[in-house]
């Protein structure tokens, strides 16, 4: 299973999200969890603090971060603005976590 957060950027919300899809992937199932923030304060707070927290309460292994290029045109930030300035605020991406093995469903393997 490959799971997408996206959505609320509040670190309730994003980490509700964590654990309510939790239950419907299977043991080891990938999360991809889309504006954590690289670095700075900013926009992208709360779904690095509700991943962190996955990640310390024993629910997700964290495999991955990555963080957009600012100038790329890939970036989601310059996208609205067509070649604009950059209207998010800090260096922020998207990162790759696993589910770990026995908390899959609320069960053990």
């Not at 309510?20 to 992208?44: I, P, T, Y």
């Not at 990555?66 to 603005?81: D, F, Q, T, W």
Request: neutral net charge; charged residues 25%; proline residues 4%.
């Amino acid at each position: 299973d490959i799971i997408l957060v996206d959505g609320d950027h509040s670190d309730r919300g994003a980490y509700q999200d964590i654990v309510d899809f939790q239950r419907h992937a299977s043991c080891g199932a990938m999360l991809l969890l889309d504006d954590v923030k690289g670095s700075g304060k900013g926009l992208n707070d709360g779904p690095t603090a509700a991943l962190l927290r996955a990640q310390r309460g024993g629910l997700v292994e964290i495999l991955r971060w990555e963080r957009y290029n600012a100038s790329s045109p890939e970036n989601p930030c310059l996208r609205a603005k067509r070649g604009g300035a950059p209207f998010c605020v800090g260096s922020w991406g998207w990162a790759m976590a696993r589910y770990r093995q026995g908390r899959c469903g609320g069960g053990a393997e």
